[in-house]
């Protein structure tokens, strides 16, 4: 049930309504610029910028953000200007360019820009002990298809071209059987959401994904109407949770201090409160080791590319 609950908080869009009980503290940019509005935001007053990865809808992924970034909000003492973007890569250069304090990023995501030395762990969820998260392959309950192999000449949606579950892990059977998207699926999407992509397959839009298992399990929990056409035919290899990260130029000092918030929010009353709803145990500190099976993925992926 944690890593349930988890996902649902940071990672999965469901149409629920939440009251922002501090609007001056929290912003959120869905525009296309890097330059968020300024309006709001107090004269003044340093805000801090954090920018989220999408796995889902982006605009609705804020919702369950908001009291997580409130609380880190005061305990800064600085308002939080959000800049949410559709694509991973776009995150990704939002830190190459320290243009963000801080950010919530996929393991696909961080593993790509870890190599480039841009970036810096800051801390990671544990979920019932645990750092780690699968790939899902789905398809229809009534699909004929029941190994990846059997999708030759179907239809697959992708996530995002960064996705570690929604992506890597698809290339990564392809180039196994020696093929490559172009010439084993009769066509392929990219749909920057989980979430779509689950509901493309279960309305039979496209024949089959590849998906964040945390998101599709709490799908059968909480909407299992949105699932009820589908099937698991496969799960990955466990790999490391999507981390928060800084950019590597980031201070020291605001490093240190944004690393204790994180660590001690299931220290103080409030935080333990937040985290108690969002079923986390508490965020550590993690190293890339904890992503060493992400890492040994893309270097799969990308020599076999070169072949």
Known sequence: MKLINYISILFIV????????NKESVRVDFSESDVP??????????????AIASMTSPKETFI???????HISKKIGHPILIKQKKTYEEVNTLLENSEVDFAFICSGAFVDEYKKGKI???????IDSSFTYNAYIITQKDSKIEKF????????????????????YPLKKLYSLNKTEEDFFMKTIYTYGHDISIQMVNHGIIDGSSVHGLIFDYLAIHQPEKVENLKIIEKSEAYGIPPVVTPKSLSDENFKEYQDIFLNLHNDSIGRNILDKLNIDKFQRITDTAYRSVFELKEYIDNAAKK
């Open 14 to 21: 469901l149409c629920i309504s939440c009251t922002n009980t």
């Open 37 to 50: 509005d300024q309006t709001g935001v107090n004269h003044g007053t340093k805000p801090v910028y954090i």
């Open 64 to 70: 369950y953000y908001n009291d997580l970034i409130q």
């Open 120 to 126: 810096k762990l800051l801390a990671a969820p544990i």
């Open 149 to 168: 192999e059997d999708f030759q000449n179907n239809s697959f949606a992708f996530n995002d071209p960064l996705s570690n579950t929604g992506r890597l």
